[in-house]
């Protein structure tokens, strides 16, 4: 059984960093592409990022290219998503996910999702 779980979202100031872990569990995640979505309150779930799985291949959202870096530790399997700048906007609910699709931006690619963590930046 595949289980995702993220961990070190909370709250920041505007301009601050927050860094989010993903640990995957039960499948074989150096095959995966990994990807971190996001959903605000009233909002649809919008993709933040993502990244293949020999790390070469890293792609992301407009909204947060330049702030935000993903990576991933094949030997730890575990993903992360550093978050710099961050403005007010970036508050939502932060969910890792894992697809065999390469590069996929489409939730609908991914079959498995991990519980979320709450990413809040005051202004």
């Known amino acids: 059984q595949v289980r995702l779980v993220e961990s070190g979202g909370g709250l920041a100031q505007a301009g601050g960093s927050l860094r989010l872990s993903c640990a995957a569990s039960?499948?074989?995640?150096?095959?995966?592409?990994m990807g971190w979505f996001r959903r605000a309150p009233g909002k649809d779930r919008e993709f933040v990022a993502a990244?293949?799985?020999?790390?070469?291949?890293?792609y992301y959202a407009d909204s947060v290219k330049g702030r935000f870096t993903i990576s991933r530790d094949n030997a730890k399997n575990t993903v992360y998503l550093q978050m710099n700048s961050l403005k007010p906007e970036d508050t939502a609910i932060y969910s890792c996910?894992?697809?065999?699709?390469?590069?996929?931006?489409?939730?609908?690619?991914?079959?498995?999702w991990g519980q979320g963590t709450q990413v809040t930046a005051s202004s």
């Open positions: 039960g499948g074989t995640f150096s095959r995966w592409t």
């Open positions: 990244i293949s799985w020999s790390n070469a291949n890293t």
């Open positions: 996910a894992a697809t065999s699709r390469f590069g996929s931006r489409w939730p609908g690619d991914y079959g498995y």
